[in-house]
């Protein structure tokens, strides 16, 4: 079967809905209101989650006892009770997938062993050839740099890139070697672009700086 982690996928999905809906039919109406945004997410995580995942997605979320939970929760801490769009699933999957810290966060599922470089740096190259299509707005040690969608693919075959401290007279370049092998230190999506920090892995021994753009990638 061509989707079969995505059919099993579908098939926890609903069994964590199940688990949750016994939970819900026990609770006294004051209860259900306290917790009306934890079942909407949950509700609009299982009408269209599957058809922003795929295959190897889907074997990636099997890992866990309750990909439901997972998703119910990066829902409601980045889109609450706003109106649903597809795109915003699939930057929500992009987000748990990317996140370090999951496997910690969430229960695997039984027989499930932590991933042996779950605690490895997200590199930049690694984070473009996830996100192909997208538009990257990043803050660089060698300045800000910004890629569309054709510049990213030019960076990722080898070629320079320009960075400037804020005014683009004062560009210098960065070598795609120099850029690619940086760490993400935290990433948020908008639209179809991504505002990034990235820094030289070796100088990561401080908190990385606030983004006006939101929040870190977990």
């Not at 809905?17 to 306290?34: D, H, N, R, V």
């Not at 748990?96 to 779950?118: I, K, N």
């Not at 984070?127 to 960076?155: C, N, Q, W």
Request: net charge negative; proline share 6%; hydrophobic share 40%.
């Amino acid at each position: 079967m061509e989707n079969k982690y995505q059919v099993l996928l579908f098939d926890r999905i609903q069994e964590n809905y199940a688990a949750f809906a016994g939970q819900w039919s026990a609770m006294t109406p004051p209860e259900l209101i306290e917790k009306a945004e934890e079942i909407y997410a949950a509700q609009m995580v299982r009408e269209h989650l599957m058809r922003s995942v795929d295959e190897q997605q889907a074997e990636w979320f099997l890992r866990f006892e309750n990909p439901l939970e997972i998703m119910r929760n990066k829902w409601i801490n980045e889109n609450g009770m706003e109106m649903v769009h597809d795109e915003d699933f699939s930057h929500a999957v992009w987000a748990v997938m990317d996140c370090q810290d999951t496997e910690s966060l969430y229960p695997l599922a039984p027989g499930m062993e932590p991933t042996p470089d779950r605690d490895a740096p997200v590199i930049v190259r690694k984070f473009i050839e996830r996100h192909p299509g997208a538009s990257f707005d990043m803050m660089t040690p060698g300045g800000f740099v910004y890629l569309t969608p054709e510049r990213a693919k030019l960076l990722l075959a080898g070629q320079s890139v320009k960075g400037h401290p804020g005014e683009i007279e004062y560009a210098m370049e960065i070598t795609a070697d120099d850029l690619l092998n940086q760490e993400v230190l935290n990433a948020n999506f908008s639209g179809n672009e991504w505002h990034m920090i990235s820094n030289e892995i070796h100088e990561m021994t401080q908190k990385p700086p606030s983004m006006d753009q939101g929040v870190t990638m977990c």
